[in-house]
């Protein structure tokens, strides 16, 4: 197939619209746009083609229950960190969606798994947790463009997270992740926004 620059335009439009929501809608998802999410997930690329990740839908309410809790944990002792006037700041941010997020989504990376039988991982094994990211990465944009938003948590415990979820002791958690309708849109990062760090424009060769 032969792309062309409208292509790239809508691309580039995803990329710049793909922004880290925290302000969700109640609203649930339809099953059918999941499904495709999951299809899209197994469209990433993948070291040795070894698909290392592991998604848990996560619909217990007493995990989701405990995962906030362990979220609140953590953003208490991350506040903790900063002087005085950047911690009034920190503490002012909304860094989560997980009350109001119809889905969440723990993304583990298996660190020994069958598929791959090692290709590509045997000095850098770390690239198994690289290949989980590419995924997440892809779920971000296939979900913009069916007009949901996706939250990184990443201020959590995570060996709380994997406790309360019972997985494979192999799996290290790489995500968690809200989905759902976005309560508003915006091209600017909700930190840009709130005068926490504004986006610099890095060059692309560093030498």
Same mark, same amino acid.
């Given at each position: 197939?032969?792309?062309?620059?409208?292509?790239?335009? =809508?691309?580039?439009?995803?990329? *710049?619209?793909?922004?880290?929501?925290?302000?969700?809608?109640?609203?649930? =998802?339809?099953?059918?746009?999941?499904?495709?999410?999951?299809?899209? +997930?197994?469209?990433?690329?993948?070291?040795?083609?070894?698909?290392?990740?592991? =998604?848990?839908?996560?619909?217990?309410?007493? @995990? *989701?229950?405990? @995962?906030?809790?362990?979220?609140?944990?953590?953003?208490?002792?991350?506040?903790?960190?900063?002087? *005085?006037?950047?911690?009034?700041?920190?503490?002012?941010?909304?860094?989560?969606?997980?009350?109001?997020?119809?889905?969440?989504?723990?993304?583990?990376?298996?660190?020994?798994?069958?598929?791959?039988?090692?290709?590509?991982?045997?000095?850098?094994?770390?690239?198994?947790?690289?290949?989980?990211?590419?995924? +997440?990465?892809?779920?971000?944009?296939?979900?913009?463009?069916?007009?949901?938003?996706?939250?990184?948590?990443?201020?959590?415990?995570?060996?709380?997270?994997?406790?309360?979820?019972?997985?494979?002791?192999?799996?290290?958690?790489?995500?968690?992740?809200?989905?759902?309708?976005?309560?508003?849109?915006?091209?600017?990062?909700?930190?840009?926004?709130?005068?926490?760090?504004?986006?610099?424009?890095?060059?692309?060769? =560093? *030498?």
């Amino acid at each position: 197939m032969e792309f062309t620059n409208h292509h790239t335009d =809508i691309l580039l439009n995803l990329l *710049r619209w793909r922004r880290d929501v925290r302000h969700f809608r109640p609203d649930p =998802i339809d099953p059918d746009l999941l499904s495709r999410l999951e299809d899209a +997930i197994a469209l990433a690329p993948s070291v040795g083609n070894s698909q290392p990740w592991r =998604i848990v839908h996560v619909k217990s309410q007493e @995990v *989701r229950r405990q @995962v906030l809790e362990s979220h609140q944990a953590a953003n208490v002792d991350a506040a903790t960190g900063y002087d *005085r006037a950047k911690r009034e700041k920190y503490v002012s941010l909304k860094l989560a969606g997980l009350r109001d997020a119809p889905v969440h989504l723990a993304v583990f990376t298996d660190l020994s798994p069958k598929a791959g039988d090692g290709l590509g991982r045997q000095t850098m094994p770390e690239t198994l947790t690289y290949s989980t990211v590419i995924a +997440i990465h892809t779920l971000w944009l296939v979900a913009r463009s069916m007009n949901l938003g996706l939250g990184w948590v990443s201020i959590l415990e995570p060996d709380k997270v994997h406790r309360c979820l019972d997985v494979d002791p192999e799996w290290h958690l790489t995500a968690y992740l809200c989905v759902g309708y976005p309560t508003f849109d915006d091209d600017t990062p909700e930190l840009e926004r709130k005068d926490w760090q504004s986006r610099a424009k890095q060059p692309w060769l =560093i *030498r």
